[in-house]
């Protein structure tokens, strides 16, 4: 079995049914579980282009077992497939992944985050449109608990977030936003849909006090936030008459944030704490982007479209599974307050075999944080920076995957999968770690 072959494994037999059962077109020869198994090798090898991508088919070792294709052939099978079947199996592949990497988001609930971000379009979207665009809006549905993109709707540039948002919420679902969203609208229509939201709202929206909330803190964070409020609001916008919702406010640096909430049951600490495991969304997004070189959409119906991204996000899963399956294989684990308890035992995380031997795992200490360079975004602050890197050290391990990792683990693809390879990615894996 090669790297691929192991790669690919957990999704294959979910292919390998629907390649059995699916609706074949006439004198079909291209099959489709072959156009899959190509795709999440454009990602894997982050090929960036059609042409890159056939070049590398061509180049392609043959133990890889992938088929050298002319350009149409892939243009057309983008258009001919139905992206409703690689959705179906990326949707089951998703039911597999039942173990939180999150725990204490999981443990409140169900917890997602929902942003929109553009990608430019190779030539140009031209169906279902009046005129050409150079580029398209992905709306994301992003599972904090999991980790995984669970669902997403593209659209126009133009396209209402907001309208996303309401078509992909669900009942007892709680969506973690940011102030591109922020309507009073969408607080009363989430509660009518039974779901829930945290909000960035602006800090001038005009409310009033019906009562102050108890305010518990962890010490530990005090040095990072400042000025917090927590209380139970109305407010005379049409919108949300007669509801009573919550607002929390608090400073980091010199920047002053306000959440709305309809969630009375969480402590402050736990809204200020989704609002800012957030930011993983944002993560994602360049990963899609620049660490599988996804940004450039290399086809241009919109039905290629859909399948192009539900391929992007199976090959991101697969990638997460097949890491931690070589972390967890030499007895990886990360170390957290949870796995660390004061009597100096540990317990699995990430489903780590008991019986094997548990290697502690902590990020390299570094002097300074980086920031973000946009600053538009709220890491570009040294001390948000500070707060969410804090906060990712426990998903960090198994869920990031670097560039490095996956330029070491493309080279290989065509390899036995041998514990020498393990090694090999686990010690790429292990470069901004220290094992104690």
Known sequence: MTVFDELVAPVLPILETIEHTRRKHGNETFRWITFVRILIFYFTERCGSRNALIQALEDADPALNLPAIPAMTLTDAFHRFDPQVLQTALRQLMMQVDRPVLPELALIGDIHAVDGSYFPIMGGLTPQLTKDVSHLKLHLDFDLGRLIATDFIVDTPQSSERQALRAMWKEHVTYV????????????????????????????????????????????????????????????????????????????????????????????????????????????????????????????????????????????????????????????????????????????????????????????????????????????????????????????????????????????????????????????????????
């Open 177 to 436: 936003i940011d102030r591109g969203y922020m309507a009073f609208g969408v607080l009363r229509d989430a509660i009518e849909a039974h779901a829930h939201v945290v909000m960035r709202a602006y800090t001038n929206i005009v409310v009033e006090t019906c009562e102050d909330l108890p305010i518990h803190l962890p010490s530990q964070l005090a040095t990072h936030w400042s000025a917090v409020t927590d209380r139970h609001v109305r407010s005379n916008h049409e919108d949300v008459k007669g509801i009573i919702f919550r607002v929390v406010e608090f400073t980091i640096g010199t920047s002053k944030y306000t959440l709305i909430t309809d969630r009375s049951d969480l402590t402050t600490f736990q809204v200020i704490l989704f609002y800012a495991y957030r930011w993983q969304i944002e993560l994602i997004f360049r990963y899609f982007k620049h660490t599988i070189n996804g940004v450039h959409v290399m086809t241009q119906q919109k039905r290629g479209i859909e399948q192009y991204f539900a391929a992007m996000f199976l090959t991101a899963l697969l990638h997460i599974q097949f890491k931690t399956t070589c972390l967890q294989s030499e007895g990886y684990q990360v170390a957290t307050h949870e796995t660390i308890p004061e009597t100096g035992h540990t317990h699995g995380v990430g489903g780590v075999a008991a019986q094997q031997q548990q290697k502690i795992v902590r990020p390299r200490q570094r002097r300074t944080v980086p920031i973000s360079q946009d600053t538009t975004r709220p890491s570009a602050d040294q001390q948000i920076s500070a707060f969410l890197a804090e906060i990712n050290v426990s998903a960090v391990l198994f869920w990031k995957i670097p560039k490095h990792w996956l330029t070491s683990l493309a080279t290989q693809l065509y390899r036995p999968f041998t514990p020498d390879v393990v090694q090999r990615l686990n010690k790429r894996a292990l470069a901004d770690f220290k094992i104690e």
